[in-house]
């Protein structure tokens, strides 16, 4: 990516919106007679990522120019889940912040999140966003407390080489859990490369166990996160799905201890044939790992019947809930300015991609948009000229991506929660005779005990 995207992606990537200096107020105060607006915005980049912190300070004052009314007063307050709740108890929550998508439907329930229903639909937004996302941030009423600006969504990530070699159609992949195993036999039986293959360690194994849980139809926690609920028929069978594939078809690698970075590794070596990740996996393999573009696919996530669903993440902006009327307006303008106006403004659009291509930066890349599908559509209409990925090998998955629900990550203790189900996976791939319920019952125990604390 540019400089200016890394910026843009630094402040919204999932997972990585903990920032230092906690430290800000909340602006519930009325606004000067002379009419401007002042609101706190969060997420600036701290001093030791100068670029990014450049970035997001000049785009503060390109905004201000645009919007003389409004006075924007940057902190690098970010979430983090061990302070969020006593920054929200103290009143201390910056006026708009980002929050991962798991948060909105708590945040609702406390409270701690300001209704922007009418913002939205006075700057034209509400209509532009992708209804599918949108949904994650509404309370029972229809009424929105979150924007959401960034998201993703588990498929299945292929070698199109592999594909060819084993006889499979590179543009048909995998629709079902069924035909993954089919495919897969048939990758490893023409080629020398494993079928298929899962993540293992560093959480990622119950991470993507998760979105395997949600693509046979069961979850891992229920609504509130009180209570585990994995410990039934749809885990059972995603991990006998894995215990057959290792063991009796001989189709996943006897290496079973993999992260992202080693699993992409020999994906990108052409050792692996199927991989789980969504559209932005491209990255690693491609960019940084030299698979060539031409080889890399991506088919919607496999399901074990009709459209189960596949495990969502991402990133939204919340504003604060004493924020008055119009610092909701104003908090609302800079969300689009800042995190949307590429996708909404063609000269924006352009100007972005243009200055990705001629830095030889990944542009156009496909993946699950925050935006409405003729907003997304029209978007690449508008950047067709610097694009520089192969956008026809994600057609599967965006095609996919419309109709199987998206389910969002484990509300409580997602971390924690993913750590348990690591030794689920390991041991169903590194023991023959492993006893899938018990060790779901063990795992189910151990997580309980992790979310009543």
């Known amino acids: 990516m540019t400089k200016r995207f890394r910026s843009v992606a630094a402040a919204i990537a999932v997972g990585g919106l903990s920032i230092a200096a906690l430290a800000g107020c909340s602006s519930d105060a009325s606004a000067p007679a002379d009419g401007t607006v002042t609101i706190e915005i969060g997420d600036r980049p701290t001093a030791d990522r100068p670029e ?3 970035y997001f300070d000049e785009r503060v004052a390109a905004f201000e120019k645009a919007n003389p009314d409004i006075d924007l007063q940057p902190v690098e307050t970010g979430y983090d889940a061990s302070t969020f709740q006593a920054l929200a108890a103290g ?8 929050v991962p998508l798991t948060e909105p439907q708590g945040l609702i329930k406390r409270n701690q999140a300001a209704d922007i ?5 006075s700057e034209g937004l509400l209509d532009a966003l992708n209804p599918t996302i949108l949904a994650l941030t509404k309370n029972s009423e229809d009424r929105v407390f979150a924007i959401p600006t960034n998201a993703y969504s588990f498929g299945l990530v292929y070698n199109r080489d592999l594909f060819a070699q084993a006889g499979l159609d590179p543009e048909n992949p995998p629709k079902t859990w069924d035909e ?3 495919a897969a036999k048939k990758i490893t039986d023409a080629t020398d490369a494993a079928g298929f293959s899962v993540l293992t360690t560093a959480n990622t194994g119950g991470w993507q166990f998760t979105g395997m849980t949600y693509s ?3 979850t891992v926690e229920n609504e509130d996160g009180s209570k585990a609920t994995f410990d039934d028929t749809p885990s059972t069978d995603a991990l006998e799905l894995l215990q057959t594939m290792r063991w009796d078809d001989g189709t996943l690698p006897e290496n079973t201890l993999y992260d992202v970075q080693s699993q992409g590794q020999d994906f990108a070596a052409g050792k692996i044939g199927m991989i789980l990740g ?3 996996s491209y990255y690693n393999v491609v960019q940084n790992l030299k698979l060539p573009a031409e080889q890399f696919g991506i088919g919607g996530m496999p399901q074990s019947s009709g459209t189960q669903g596949t495990l969502s993440g991402g990133t939204v902006q919340i504003v604060n809930p004493n924020a008055s009327d119009a610092e909701k307006a104003a908090a609302v303008k800079w969300v689009e300015f800042f995190y949307l106006q590429r996708f909404l403004d063609e000269d924006t659009a352009v100007d972005d991609a243009r200055a990705s291509n001629e830095a030889g930066s990944v542009t156009g890349l496909p993946g699950l948009p925050v935006v409405n599908a003729d907003q997304y559509s029209e978007y690449f209409t508008w950047i067709a ?6 956008s026809e ?3 599967p998955y965006l095609e996919a991506s419309a109709d199987i629900p998206i389910v969002p990550e484990p509300v409580n203790n997602a971390q924690e929660v993913y750590g348990a189900l690591d030794t689920v996976v390991q041991t169903v791939l590194t023991d023959k005779g492993a006893d899938i319920p018990a060790l779901l019952s063990t795992a189910q125990s151990d997580v309980q005990s992790r979310l009543s604390r």
């Open 180 to 182: 993954v195993r089919e």
């Open 91 to 98: 009143g201390s929550l910056p006026d708009v912040m980002s």
């Open 117 to 121: 229903t009418d913002a939205l639909e």
């Open 278 to 280: 969504a559209s932005d």
């Open 216 to 218: 046979f139809g069961g």
């Open 52 to 54: 990014d912190r450049a």
């Open 393 to 395: 090998n994600f057609t």
């Open 385 to 390: 000229d610097y694009i520089n990925v192969p």
